[in-house]
């Protein structure tokens, strides 16, 4: 991808400086549909939160810390982070030094996509040292000024998805079936981002499934529970409106949130950011 990086498991040399002090993140800006970004941290970095996505990075120099399941663990360069979805967890500095880094958030239903029903992978402690898994990560992540065309990025996301059920060591259990049609049925319409308020009972509807079973089924095959999916969608609109220069109010009436405090709630549990400051980090001006 990038000129002189090195094999898979030999780490990654940290990038040239950007020129820029203190904390910051980079946002990709290419083909690929999900966020990509690069990020440094001296210190303190996120608040407790979690994803609806896979977080699947890379420490490109220094000790990235976070508390996860339980433990603190420790990335260093040549591993592999694999956040599941739904699983609370921080980030801090490990080091005076502090941390690089790449990150990807891939949905649940992109790995789907590739696996076609079956649980998804977990990595145990979020942090593998598996080699394939590394390499097919790696070229996920090149730097963020870089382009990854769209055919790429789906023959990568293949190598992903297989490569995460290698490392997680996955065996295929007897138990009960899940219904997948039904379920991404229930998630196509979340997606789409409806408007009014959205209940079980229209979902059980939409996709001819009895409700807990439906619930039981989106969580298992797609990492989350339905309404915390519907959410992130609504803070991803708002994202999108926020580096558009839309009010932080309009973007969350836009989105379906209930008013500004409500949005700005629920970006913090999400992002472990207020919108205020992802969108100083990121670069962007906040609209008043």
Do not use: C
């Not at 898979?8 to 820029?20: F, H, K, N, Q």
């Not at 303190?44 to 609806?52: K, N, V």
């Not at 967890?89 to 790995?111: C, K």
């Not at 549990?269 to 962007?284: D, E, I, N, Q, V």
């Amino acid at each position: 991808m990038t000129s002189g990086q090195p094999s898979a498991g030999a780490g990654i040399i940290e990038p040239p400086t950007l020129g820029r002090r203190g904390d910051w993140i980079a946002v990709a800006e290419d083909a690929v549909p999900f966020e990509r970004i690069e990020a440094f941290f001296a210190g303190h970095a996120y608040e407790p939160h979690r994803h609806d996505t896979y977080a699947i990075g890379q420490t490109l120099s220094g000790v990235q810390s976070f508390r996860y399941r339980g433990a603190d663990r420790f990335s260093l360069p040549g591993r592999t982070m694999v956040l599941h979805p739904d699983e609370l967890h921080d980030g801090h500095a490990g080091s005076d030094d502090g941390f690089r880094y790449r990150m990807i958030y891939i949905e649940p239903a992109a790995i789907q996509s590739v696996l076609g029903g079956r649980p998804l992978p977990f990595i145990k402690g979020g942090i593998s040292p598996d080699p394939r898994l590394f390499a097919a990560v790696h070229a996920l992540l090149p730097a963020t000024d870089a382009r990854i065309e769209a055919l790429e990025f789906d023959d990568g996301l293949f190598e992903l998805a297989h490569a995460l059920e290698a490392a997680a060591g996955v065996t295929s259990p007897p138990g009960r079936a899940l219904d997948y049609r039904s379920a991404e049925r229930a998630r196509l319409y979340l997606h789409d981002l409806p408007e009014g308020t959205v209940t079980l009972d229209m979902l059980e509807a939409i996709s001819g499934r009895d409700r807990w079973g439906l619930n039981r089924d989106f969580r298992r095959l797609f990492g989350t529970s339905p309404y915390r999916y519907l959410v992130q969608r609504r803070l991803e609109a708002v994202k999108t409106d926020l580096r558009r220069g839309i009010s932080p109010a309009e973007a969350a009436l836009d989105a379906g949130f209930a008013d500004q405090a409500h949005m700005s709630r629920h970006f913090k549990k999400a992002f472990g950011l207020s919108p205020g400051r992802w969108l100083r980090m990121a670069g962007t001006p906040v609209s008043r």
